[in-house]
Structure formats: C-alpha cells, structure tokens
C-alpha cells in the first residue's frame, strides 16, 4: 500500500513478516550514484539518533541494482 509519494522516492507500508509489526519502506529508483549515496546518508543519518519521540527509527537499508530501500518505523498518520 502506498502511503506517500515524492519527485524522488515512493513509501510504502509494508509488514515484517516475523515481527508481524508494520514498517514503512522507502523505495527510491537507483538512477545514479550520487542519489544512492544520499540514501544511504539520509539511513546512517536516523540509525545514529535513537529513541528521539519526533524522529522515526532507521531499521534497515537495503540497495539493489533498480532500487534503493530504507526501511523505517511506521508512523500513522504522519508525513516522513
């Protein structure tokens, strides 16, 4: 389910399967190099500030050759 849309990325809710708790992923096209490094960027960036009550929580960032992912707390009815 799609939960937002941007220029560059689109976010998705989604469910970890062994958790069964709910995520929202990140999905943004790999077009070049420079925007998968700010990616990576944006996840190291969450991942070093923890338990913050207005920053969402970076779990897990994950790059393929078409796509990049940054999985991260769900927030409902909150834009990221």
């Known amino acids: 389910e799609n939960i937002g849309e941007g220029a560059a990325a689109v ?34 960036l969450l991942n070093g500030i923890h338990k913050h009550p207005h920053i969402v929580e970076a779990k897990e960032f994950i790059s393929t050759v078409s796509n990049t992912y940054t999985i991260m707390e769900y927030a409902e009815g909150f834009e990221l």
Do not use: G, Q, T, W
């Open 11 to 44: 976010v998705k809710k989604c469910r970890h399967i062994e958790e069964n708790k709910i995520y929202a992923a990140k999905v943004m096209r790999n077009r070049d190099v420079e925007k998968e490094l700010a990616s990576r960027a944006e996840f190291e």
